[in-house]
């Protein structure tokens, strides 16, 4: 089993910026696939982005692409997700997501871990 914790959500304007982590427990971090997703009230969950077990290799959604960031520290056992340049449509549960041995889909469905989520609220 592998467990996830977000952390780093909160309120921002927008504009800003804002770090979101994810500590990964339970597995050898490096064999992990990471991924970020998101939810907005009222909708369905959607794939930000992700990042292969060796950091080298990273992908995004074209709503986020040129502002958000991933990256990982196989060391502390922790993915981020760097989100610059914030907008009210980016208003969000953000999720981490993690896959032994593949890579994070771009659909939710078959995600094999999950964490609980982070608020993530850009006022405008």
């Known amino acids: 089993q592998v467990q996830l914790v977000e952390s780093g959500g909160g309120l921002v304007q927008v504009g800003g910026s804002l770090r979101l982590s994810c500590a990964a427990s339970?597995?050898?971090?490096?064999?992990?696939?990471m991924g970020w997703f998101r939810q907005a009230p009222g909708k369905e969950r959607e794939f930000v982005g992700r990042?292969?077990?060796?950091?080298?290799?990273?992908y995004y959604s074209d709503s986020v692409k040129g502002r958000f960031t991933i990256s990982r520290d196989n060391a502390k056992n922790t993915v981020y997700l760097q989100m610059n340049s914030l907008k009210p449509e980016d208003t969000a549960v953000y999720y981490c997501?993690?896959?032994?041995?593949?890579?994070?889909?771009?659909?939710?469905?078959?995600?094999?871990?999950w964490g609980k989520g982070t608020l993530v609220t850009v006022s405008s």
């Open positions: 990042i292969t077990w060796s950091g080298t290799n990273t």
């Open positions: 997501a993690a896959q032994v041995g593949l890579q994070i889909p771009t659909r939710p469905n078959g995600v094999n871990y």
């Open positions: 339970g597995r050898t971090f490096s064999s992990l696939y």
